[in-house]
């Protein structure tokens, strides 16, 4: 799947209001087991890729590592996202076999 589909489904996302963004938000939604899918920018730091994988791979959370930091921002229609959750399963899901493919 090309990279603005992906992107394109992201916004859909983000407009359904399943998308949270920002290091703490996104742990502390990991620890209530809310989070279906992490997705962290290629540029992020060692640390936050570091912090934001053990804990995904602690509360069993998928995670994947897709598009820059302003990519992601602006499929959001935000300023620059380094890690993004979504919230709903079939998004989730969805998202999972778009990158994955």
Do not use: H
């Not at 992201?10 to 359904?16: D, E, N, T």
């Not at 994947?64 to 890690?83: D, H, M, P, Y």
């Amino acid at each position: 799947m090309n990279k603005s589909n992906i992107l394109n489904f992201l916004g859909l996302a983000m407009r359904a209001g399943k998308v949270k963004s920002g290091e703490s938000v996104i742990l502390t939604e990991i620890k209530k087991r809310k989070v279906s899918l992490v997705i962290l920018s290629e540029d992020a730091s060692a640390r936050t890729e570091k912090e934001i994988s053990q804990k995904c791979e602690s509360y069993q959370v998928p995670l994947r590592i897709f598009g820059t930091r302003e990519e992601l921002g602006q499929a959001l229609g935000k300023s620059s996202r380094v890690n993004i959750a979504i919230m709903d399963n079939g998004f989730a899901k969805k998202l999972l076999s778009m990158i994955d493919e």
